[in-house]
Protein backbone atom coordinates (compact mmCIF):
# COMPACT_ATOMS: atom_id res chain seq x y z
CA UNK A 1 0.00 0.00 0.00
CA UNK A 2 1.16 3.33 -0.71
CA UNK A 3 1.14 6.56 0.98
CA UNK A 4 0.09 10.25 0.31
CA UNK A 5 0.74 12.60 3.53
CA UNK A 6 0.27 16.30 2.49
CA UNK A 7 1.52 19.04 4.55
CA UNK A 8 1.79 23.07 4.10
CA UNK A 9 -1.85 24.30 4.03
CA UNK A 10 -3.45 27.19 5.95
CA UNK A 11 -4.51 30.86 6.11
CA UNK A 12 -2.86 33.27 3.80
CA UNK A 13 -4.34 36.72 2.87
CA UNK A 14 -4.60 37.65 -1.01
CA UNK A 15 -1.09 38.16 -2.70
CA UNK A 16 0.47 35.73 0.00
CA UNK A 17 2.23 32.50 -0.72
CA UNK A 18 2.08 29.07 0.40
CA UNK A 19 4.07 26.14 -0.05
CA UNK A 20 2.17 22.76 -0.01
CA UNK A 21 4.16 19.38 -0.40
CA UNK A 22 3.49 16.06 -0.25
CA UNK A 23 5.04 12.41 0.61
CA UNK A 24 4.79 9.09 -0.83
CA UNK A 25 6.17 6.07 1.16
CA UNK A 26 5.15 2.51 1.48
CA UNK A 27 5.26 -0.15 -1.04
CA UNK A 28 6.86 3.03 -4.17
CA UNK A 29 8.76 1.23 -6.48
CA UNK A 30 8.28 4.01 -9.00
CA UNK A 31 6.52 6.90 -9.38
CA UNK A 32 5.10 8.28 -12.43
CA UNK A 33 2.81 11.46 -13.19
CA UNK A 34 2.40 13.01 -9.68
CA UNK A 35 -0.41 16.03 -9.66
CA UNK A 36 -2.14 18.54 -7.43
CA UNK A 37 -5.97 18.92 -7.03
CA UNK A 38 -8.35 20.95 -5.91
CA UNK A 39 -11.94 21.26 -5.02
CA UNK A 40 -14.02 24.51 -3.65
CA UNK A 41 -17.43 24.01 -2.07
CA UNK A 42 -20.06 23.03 -4.02
CA UNK A 43 -17.68 22.76 -6.99
CA UNK A 44 -16.03 19.79 -8.89
CA UNK A 45 -12.53 18.78 -8.30
CA UNK A 46 -10.35 19.93 -10.60
CA UNK A 47 -6.66 19.42 -11.86
CA UNK A 48 -4.57 22.05 -10.71
CA UNK A 49 -0.76 21.14 -11.93
CA UNK A 50 0.69 17.96 -13.35
CA UNK A 51 4.76 16.61 -13.52
CA UNK A 52 5.85 13.43 -15.36
CA UNK A 53 8.79 11.69 -14.44
CA UNK A 54 10.77 13.21 -16.76
CA UNK A 55 9.39 16.95 -15.31
CA UNK A 56 6.94 17.84 -18.05
CA UNK A 57 4.20 19.89 -16.46
CA UNK A 58 0.99 21.38 -16.79
CA UNK A 59 -1.22 23.70 -15.42
CA UNK A 60 -4.33 25.10 -15.06
CA UNK A 61 -5.54 28.22 -16.60
CA UNK A 62 -6.49 30.03 -13.93
CA UNK A 63 -2.96 29.54 -11.71
CA UNK A 64 -0.21 29.87 -14.97
CA UNK A 65 2.07 32.18 -14.00
CA UNK A 66 1.55 32.08 -9.89
CA UNK A 67 1.94 28.40 -9.17
CA UNK A 68 4.55 26.03 -9.54
CA UNK A 69 4.90 22.25 -9.16
CA UNK A 70 8.03 20.59 -8.95
CA UNK A 71 9.26 16.91 -7.52
CA UNK A 72 12.22 15.46 -5.35
CA UNK A 73 12.66 12.05 -6.40
CA UNK A 74 14.81 10.99 -4.09
CA UNK A 75 12.25 11.86 -1.61
CA UNK A 76 8.91 10.75 -3.39
CA UNK A 77 7.54 13.87 -2.61
CA UNK A 78 5.72 16.78 -4.95
CA UNK A 79 5.56 20.42 -4.03
CA UNK A 80 3.45 22.95 -5.00
CA UNK A 81 5.07 26.66 -4.89
CA UNK A 82 1.90 29.10 -4.71
CA UNK A 83 2.42 32.86 -5.31
CA UNK A 84 -0.08 35.58 -5.23
CA UNK A 85 -3.01 33.73 -4.26
CA UNK A 86 -6.19 34.63 -4.86
CA UNK A 87 -9.29 34.51 -2.81
CA UNK A 88 -10.70 31.98 -5.69
CA UNK A 89 -7.96 29.88 -4.87
CA UNK A 90 -9.32 28.76 -1.79
CA UNK A 91 -9.93 24.89 -1.60
CA UNK A 92 -9.50 22.22 -0.35
CA UNK A 93 -5.89 20.83 -2.30
CA UNK A 94 -5.38 17.07 -2.52
CA UNK A 95 -2.13 15.75 -4.18
CA UNK A 96 -2.67 12.72 -6.39
CA UNK A 97 0.16 10.01 -7.61
CA UNK A 98 0.21 7.24 -10.09
CA UNK A 99 2.41 4.35 -8.72
CA UNK A 100 4.37 1.29 -10.51
CA UNK A 101 4.87 -1.91 -8.17
CA UNK A 102 7.71 -4.15 -9.28
CA UNK A 103 5.58 -6.06 -11.39
CA UNK A 104 4.68 -2.66 -13.56
CA UNK A 105 1.12 -2.21 -12.52
CA UNK A 106 0.75 1.35 -12.09
CA UNK A 107 -2.31 2.51 -9.35
CA UNK A 108 -3.35 5.97 -8.29
CA UNK A 109 -3.40 7.42 -4.77
CA UNK A 110 -4.96 10.47 -3.36
CA UNK A 111 -3.90 12.07 -0.11
CA UNK A 112 -6.33 13.08 2.56
CA UNK A 113 -6.42 17.14 1.40
CA UNK A 114 -5.15 19.70 2.90
CA UNK A 115 -7.12 23.50 3.40
CA UNK A 116 -5.80 26.58 2.09
CA UNK A 117 -7.84 29.47 2.59
CA UNK A 118 -6.82 33.25 1.03
CA UNK A 119 -8.39 35.98 3.08
CA UNK A 120 -9.15 39.34 0.87
Known amino acids: QVQLVESGGGLVQAGGSLRLSCAAS????????MGWYRQAPGKQRELVAA???????NYADSVKGRFTISRDNAKNTVYLQMDSLKPEDTAVYYC??????????????WGQGTQVTVSS
Open 51 to 57: ITSGDST
Open 96 to 109: NAWVSNKLGYKYEY
Open 26 to 33: GRVFSINR
